[in-house]
Every structure is written in structure tokens, then in C-alpha cells.
């Protein structure tokens, strides 16, 4: 039960970051990529902040004591930031998201096969290899209905 709850959860977190590209690429149009993507981290280091004085239970690791390399995933939403905020006004939320998910499916699978970063070994099989050819297929479908609707 726990683990379909953390998959609603997965899903609803993927619909708040389309409603976020979406958002974040009509403000980037109007004040510029960067002021957006600046916004954004700004309110969420704030947001954040408050959720970690007052609901962070203690932990046994510090973010000066874990293993440098993995402050480096803090790095990682700045790209997605600025080419969703580019991207969108370009190609639309639903291509751009869909984008997203085959770059972010194709990575998880090679970090899931290979074990890499220490998250555990979860080896591909045809199941999981058949998904990438469904969502070039739909990012295909997707973005012809954009050319088609201009």
C-alpha cells in the first residue's frame, strides 16, 4: 500500500512541475529565463527553510558531513529550470514535459541497471526497455499536433 501511495504522490508531483513549466514559462517571457528561474529557487529556499526549522525530524548526517559528491544533485534543477522556462513558449508544457520524462526515464534506467550514485541495482528488462519507444512515440505525436495547430 505504502509504495502505490508513493506513486500517486510521484504523479502528482510530476502534474505540479507541468503546472510549474507552464507558469514559470510565461513569466520567463514577460521579466526573462533567468529572473524566473531565480524566482523560483529563491521562494523554494525560503519555502524550504521553513519546512526544515520546523518539521525536520534529526538526522544522522549533516550536509557537511555526507559525501560531497552528493551535494552536486542540488545542481541539477538549475538546467531543468532554465530550459523549461525556455522550452515551453516554444514547444508547449505537454512536449516539453514529455521531454522531461524521456530524458528522466532513460537516466533512471541507467542509474536503476548499473547501481550508480549507490542507489540499488535494478536490472532492465523488455518491459522496461519498451517504455522508451512509447514515450518517443508520444513526444512524436505530441509535438506533430503542436505544428499541425499553428
Known amino acids: 500500500m505504502t509504495e502505490m501511495i508513493m506513486i500517486i ?3 502528482v508531483a510530476g502534474a505540479a512541475l507541468s503546472m510549474q513549466a507552464a507558469v514559470n514559462g510565461q513569466l520567463g517571457e514577460k521579466v ?3 529572473k524566473s528561474a531565480f524566482l523560483t529557487f529563491s ?3 525560503a519555502i524550504t527553510a521553513v519546512l526544515v526549522l520546523f518539521l525536520q525530524t534529526p538526522q544522522p548526517e549533516t550536509l557537511l558531513t555526507v559525501p560531497k559528491w552528493q551535494l ?3 545542481l541539477f534543477g538549475v538546467p531543468y529550470i532554465i530550459v ?3 522550452a515551453v513558449p516554444r514547444v ?4 516539453a514535459t514529455v521531454a522531461v520524462i524521456l ?3 532513460s537516466m533512471g534506467m541507467l542509474i536503476d541497471n548499473f547501481g550508480w550514485l549507490d542507489n540499488p541495482q535494478i536490472a532492465l528488462s523488455w518491459h522496461r526497455v519498451a517504455a522508451i519507444p512509447c514515450l518517443i512515440i508520444a513526444l512524436a ?3 506533430r499536433s503542436n505544428r499541425k495547430a499553428e
Open 32 to 34: 526573462g529565463v533567468l
Open 103 to 105: 530524458g528522466q526515464l
Open 84 to 86: 523549461m522556462v525556455t
Open 141 to 143: 505525436l505530441i509535438y
Open 72 to 74: 552536486a544533485g542540488a
Open 43 to 45: 521562494v523554494g529556499a
Open 9 to 11: 504522490l510521484a504523479i
Open 92 to 95: 508547449g508544457t505537454a512536449a
